[in-house]
């Protein structure tokens, strides 16, 4: 019930393609769903979060786009650069119920743009 | 401003040894939250604390505790480690304990031997 389950494992990307990674929930109470970046060594760094009372968010390169109805939701990053490559985690959390801020995490993505 | 700082970066101990990590919130931000990320695997929640009360533990047992001091900084304690207890400990703070983003520490590998 609280899982989130995250697609590809990994993924290689041409410098200045799209790279795209989805993931899926069940727990329909989950109302914040954020995506962090994280290269080796380091915490995990928040990208881009969005809640269900939209479809899509963009900040510069790194848009989501959030299906309700289907309880899935993805990361694009366009025109993804060399440096965007590191393991990009997706996650949910029920912020307005009990869980009080307890992010649920997807398996985790690794990104590898080639120049 | 600084960020979310851990101590110590690394650590080894021996199985059945106890371990307390730390870690100070960004300024202004009253809740901590810990997770522990296996190599390999998402991170996962262990405890959140919230103005120094408990708010949420995960599936973690009793072997795990943790504390919040006045200053909003926080301990993570575990006893009697085992070899399954190596990971990476993350601590990560928000200025509230719900609907507010989650901003993370670099973290303290631990390694069991």
């Known amino acids: 019930q609280q899982q989130v389950k995250q697609s590809p494992q990994s993924l290689i990307v041409q410098k200045g393609g799209i790279s795209i990674i989805n993931c899926a929930y069940e727990?329909?109470?989950?109302?914040?769903f954020p995506w962090y970046q994280q290269f080796p060594g380091k915490g995990p760094a928040l990208l881009i979060a969005?809640?269900?009372?939209?479809s899509e968010k963009k900040e510069g390169r790194f848009t989501i786009s959030f299906n309700k109805s289907a309880k899935q939701f993805s990361l694009h990053i366009m025109d993804s650069q060399p440096g965007d490559s590191a393991t990009y985690f997706c996650?949910?959390?029920?912020?307005?119920?009990?869980?009080?801020?307890?992010?649920?995490f997807g398996q985790g993505t690794i990104l590898t743009v080639h120049p | 401003d600084a960020g979310v700082t851990q101590s110590p970066t690394h650590l080894i101990k021996t199985r059945g040894q106890q371990v307390t990590l730390r870690c100070s919130p960004i300024?202004?931000?009253?809740?901590v939250s810990w997770y522990q990320q296996v190599l390999g695997q998402g991170p996962q929640f262990i405890f959140q604390?919230?103005?120094?009360?408990?708010?949420g533990r995960g599936n973690f047992p009793d072997r795990f505790s943790a504390r919040q001091f006045p200053n909003y900084s926080s301990e993570l304690n575990v006893n009697a480690l085992l070899l399954g207890d190596s990971a990476l400990y993350l601590c990560a703070s928000s200025f509230r304990d719900s609907y507010y983003e989650q901003y993370f520490g670099p973290g303290t590998r631990l390694t069991v031997t």
């Open positions: 727990n329909t109470a989950f109302d914040y």
């Open positions: 300024s202004g931000h009253k809740s």
């Open positions: 969005i809640r269900p009372d939209v």
């Open positions: 996650a949910a959390d029920n912020a307005g119920g009990t869980s009080y801020g307890k992010l649920t």
């Open positions: 604390y919230y103005e120094k009360e408990e708010r």
